[in-house]
């Protein structure tokens, strides 16, 4: 069949497009012409736009996949400064955005540190690494999805409200430790974290460690319970390093013609990132 054919040329266009093979429908000409010139075999030309085809789906579902995981902006590794913490080991976290190493056991991951110590930036860094490596990811402040599933609880509707959120492997939940200490909202995310326990993973920023939590679940036995949830088969990394943005603040006030500074961490005041099976 040539693309100089106008009969087979728009025959072949209605079927592609019926056939839903948009990436061949706009490029076999081009291939075509090649292939007639280069004098490919039919198999060899069958493949090369099959792959392209595969090739811009990947794409689109890349780019569909980001656009749903509602990442903040700007937020990649290439423009996180592991220089800046030390206790955060760059291969490790690396080796965390393939995934499949605990997204497909449901594993955890928790991010511990003080108000502007990077959390929420090597959050969304990691979610935006497993977008690109085929993962389904949201990322969400904690408080907002809290509000929604509150709703749905209202409304009858908080089974499929979370089941809803089984589609994501990773659901990102930024600032956990400011939910408030309510038996309406702590009751949503208690439910939350037992409904994804060792099914579907979660990555959670907090400001207070542990022994804190006490203030954000009404009762010892709920707040044990969750911690026991959330730390089976977690990797835990503390982040206790002086403020990213008090730092970059500083460094404004101080002017130009000046060293940046960095954080220092004594190895003796902190424990390592630790994984726990």
């Given amino acids: 069949m040539s693309p100089s054919d106008p009969i087979d040329t728009a025959r072949l266009s209605l079927a592609l497009g019926d ?45 569909r996949h980001l656009d749903e995981a509602r990442l903040p902006p700007g937020k990649t590794l290439e423009t996180f400064e592991f220089g800046a ?11 965390l955005t393939a995934g499949d190493s605990w997204l497909e056991k449901g594993a955890n991951l928790i991010l511990f540190g003080p108000p502007g110590g990077g959390k929420s930036h090597l959050a969304a860094a990691i979610g935006y690494a497993l977008v690109e490596n085929g993962w389904r990811v949201l990322f969400a402040r904690t408080t907002d999805l809290v509000q929604k599933l509150q709703i749905a609880r209202r409304d009858l509707a908080l089974e499929s409200a979370i089941a809803k959120l089984d589609k994501y492997h990773l659901l990102i939940l930024d600032d956990f430790a400011y939910v408030n200490k309510d038996q309406a909202e702590t009751s949503v995310i208690f439910e939350l974290i037992g409904t994804r326990y060792e099914r579907r993973s979660l990555l959670i920023t907090a400001n207070q460690p542990f022994g ?45 013609g000046r060293p940046p500074s960095r954080a220092t961490i004594n190895a003796n005041q902190i424990d390592a990132p630790r994984q726990e099976a």
Avoid: C
Wanted: proline letters at 6%; aromatic letters at 8%; hydrophobic letters at 50%.
């Fill in 19 to 63: 056939l839903r093979l948009p990436a061949i429908k706009l490029i076999w000409p081009e291939f075509a012409a090649r292939a007639d010139k280069e004098g490919w075999p039919a198999a060899r030309f069958l493949a090369a736009l099959t792959e392209h085809e595969m090739a811009e789906r990947a794409r689109r579902r890349i780019e």
């Fill in 85 to 95: 913490l030390p206790m955060v080991s760059k291969a490790q976290v690396m080796a």
């Fill in 212 to 256: 804190e939590w006490g203030r954000i679940f009404p009762n010892q036995a709920m707040t044990l319970a969750a911690i026991d949830r959330l730390v089976h088969h977690a990797t835990i990394f503390e982040m206790n390093v002086e403020s990213y943005r008090r730092r970059a603040a500083l460094e404004r006030k101080r002017g130009p």
